[in-house]
T-cell receptor
C-alpha cells in the first residue's frame, strides 16, 4: 500500500516556464513533508520542506504548497532551468523516526 | 567534512554470496538509515538506527541485517545474496528524525 504517491513518472518543461510536481498521501497522521532532488549516480539531496501547520513554504525559485484536506502537496519551480533536470522525490513523516518516500518524478527542462 | 560515505561504489555478487555495505558519517548525527532504490519503486527503507545502540526494521528488511557499530558507522549485511537484491543502496543520516536526511552517493549492487 503506497502511502505517498507521485502519479506522474515524468514531466517535460521548457526553460523559463513553471514546473509543477505533484504528490498525494493517504496517511492523515503525516505532519511533515519534504522534497528531495536526485541526479544520476548521486544520492538524493534535500530541497525544501513544509510542516502541516503551514500551507506554503518558499525558498528562492522553489515553493511547496500543502493542501491538507486534499492530502496533496506540490512543488513549484519558477523559472525552470536546465540544471533542474533530475528526479524529484516527495517524502512524508508522521513524527516517527522514519520517512516514507514517493516513487519519484523525472523532470526534464529543455531549452 | 566528507558527509556520508559509502563503500564500495559497485559490487557484483553471485547468488548465495555474502557481503557487507559500509556507511560512515562525520556530522555527529544520531540517526542513520539504509534504503534501496529500484526502478518505479522509489526509495524504500530497509533498516534504520534512531540512535547509537538501537536498530529497527523498515519496510523491506527481509534478507538483510544491520549493525550500528558506533555513532559514526552503520553497516548493512547480505548473508546470502539473491537476484532480487540487485539494487542501488543508499545510506543516510540525520541529527534528529525531523531534520533533513543527508544521503551518501550509493552502492550499485548486482546479484547474478
Amino acid at each position: 500500500d503506497q502511502q505517498v504517491k507521485q502519479n506522474s513518472p515524468s514531466l517535460s518543461v521548457q526553460e523559463g516556464r513553471i514546473s509543477i510536481l505533484n504528490c498525494d498521501y493517504t496517511n492523515s497522521m503525516f505532519d511533515y513533508f519534504l522534497w528531495y532532488k536526485k541526479y544520476p549516480a548521486e544520492g538524493p539531496t534535500f530541497l525544501i520542506s513544509i510542516s502541516s501547520i503551514k500551507d506554503k513554504n518558499e525558498d528562492g525559485r522553489f515553493t511547496v504548497f500543502l493542501n491538507k484536506s486534499a492530502k496533496h502537496l506540490s512543488l513549484h519551480i519558477v523559472p525552470s532551468q536546465p540544471g533542474d533536470s533530475a528526479v524529484y522525490f516527495c517524502a512524508a513523516s508522521d513524527n516517527t523516526d522514519k520517512l516514507i518516500f514517493g516513487t519519484g518524478t523525472r523532470l526534464q527542462v529543455f531549452p | 567534512n566528507a558527509g556520508v560515505t559509502q563503500t564500495p561504489k559497485f559490487q557484483v555478487l553471485k547468488t548465495g554470496q555474502s557481503m557487507t555495505l559500509q556507511c560512515a558519517q562525520d556530522m555527529n548525527h544520531n540517526s542513520m538509515y539504509w534504503y534501496r532504490q529500484d526502478p518505479g519503486m522509489g526509495l524504500r527503507l530497509i533498516y534504520y538506527s534512531a540512535s547509537e545502540g538501537t536498530t529497527d526494521k523498515g519496510e523491506v528488511p527481509n534478507g538483510y541485517n544491520v549493525s550500528r557499530l558506533n555513532k559514526r558507522e552503520f553497516s548493512l549485511r547480505l548473508e546470502s545474496a539473491a537476484p532480487s537484491q540487485t539494487s542501488v543502496y543508499f545510506c543516510a543520516s540525520t541529527l534528529t528524525p525531523r531534520d533533513e536526511q543527508y544521503f551518501g552517493p550509493g552502492t550499485r549492487l548486482t546479484v547474478t
